[in-house]
């Protein structure tokens, strides 16, 4: 695969529980080329999050390897890490994470304000996000004026800001009702062919799976094919 943005190689992860230890990842392998969409199913408790955390660098494997954009992430220190992440990859959650005292405008700016940089090539860009995402209108209201989906929007711009290379979206759509999350998820795959940029989509739902271009299961914490 060329132009490979993301490698997972033989990621393991296990978890203590009392006196006993709990094997979540069972050597997981997979990648993901650019501008590529990946949709990522599994039973509850099968590791799906636990996979994105890993993947985002959120949380360390116990063994394996991680790469982005060709870079070993697995062998970089947290600092190196956090400095990395946010320009690579953006991510997009099922409870929003909107910060409720600043309006949607300002939510998108943060991802450009943790790498510090922010001025007016950064402004539009933010709006012209909202823009696409349908909330042009709507920048200067704050979350708790906006509906689930209008945050879901929001979100997506936000992860969309520093012109990542990958998406991380764990069960997008999760907290909104079905008509909405059909129309999330067509946005997120949109506004990701329109920037070129990767997508991995962990989400239960075999619809929503069914629209990325590869979908893979993950069973007994290893990746098998959908």
Known sequence: MSNVVLKAAGIRKNYRSGDKTLAVLHGVDFSVAAGETVSIRGESGSGKSTLLNIVAGLDRPDAGELFWA????????????????????????????????????????????????????????????????????????????????????????????????????????????????????????????????ALVLVTHNPAHAKKTSRQLVLKTGQMVHG
């Open 70 to 197: 060709g870079e070993a992430a697995h062998q970089l220190s947290l600092s190196e890490l956090t400095a990395r992440r946010g320009k690579f990859l953006g991510m997009v959650f099922q409870s929003y994470y909107l910060i409720p005292e600043i309006d949607a405008l300002a939510n998108v700016l943060m991802s450009a304000r943790l790498i510090g940089k922010v001025g007016a090539a950064e402004k539009a860009r933010a709006l012209e996000l909202l823009k696409r995402v349908g909330l042009g209108e709507r920048s200067h209201h704050l979350p708790a004026h906006l509906s689930g989906g209008e945050r879901q929007r929001v979100a997506v711009a936000r992860a969309l800001m520093n012109r990542p290379k990958l998406i991380l979206a764990d069960e997008p759509t999760g907290n909104l009702d079905e008509r909405t999350g059909d129309e999330v998820i067509e946005l997120l795959l949109g506004v990701c062919a329109e920037q070129d940029t």
